[in-house]
């Protein structure tokens, strides 16, 4: 059963730095793609950022170019989202998601999801 678990969420200054986690189990992590989406208060959730299965590929929020950084460490079954830089814009709870094949904006293509964490920036 395809498992994804968030973590490193928190409360961080304009400025500041977070790195949240996604935790893979149930599955094989290098024969997927991860994606990161993200919900603000009132809006609608949006992609992120997304890393193709070797990790060679990634895209991003034009938002977050720049600042924000996607990695994946497949033997410990984990992918990684850096965030720097950060501004109370950036505040949502954060989703990890797995396509079984490519990344893809659409929410709809992903075959499982975290439960999400909280990021919140603000003085």
């Known amino acids: 059963q395809l498992q994804l678990v968030e973590s490193g969420g928190g409360l961080v200054q304009p400025g500041g730095s977070l790195r949240l986690s996604c935790q893979a189990s149930?599955?094989?992590?290098?024969?997927?793609?991860i994606g990161w989406f993200r919900q603000a208060p009132g809006k609608e959730r949006e992609g992120v950022s997304c890393?193709?299965?070797?990790?060679?590929?990634?895209n991003y929020l034009d938002s977050v170019k720049g600042r924000f950084t996607l990695s994946r460490d497949n033997a410990k079954k984990t992918v990684y989202l850096q965030m720097n830089s950060l501004t109370p814009e950036d505040t949502a709870v954060y989703y990890c998601?797995?396509?079984?094949?490519?990344?893809?904006?659409?929410?709809?293509?992903?075959?499982?999801w975290g439960q999400g964490t909280q990021v919140t920036v603000s003085s």
């Open positions: 149930g599955f094989t992590l290098n024969s997927y793609a």
């Open positions: 890393i193709d299965m070797s990790g060679s590929r990634t």
């Open positions: 998601a797995a396509n079984r094949y490519y990344c893809s904006r659409l929410e709809s293509d992903y075959d499982g």
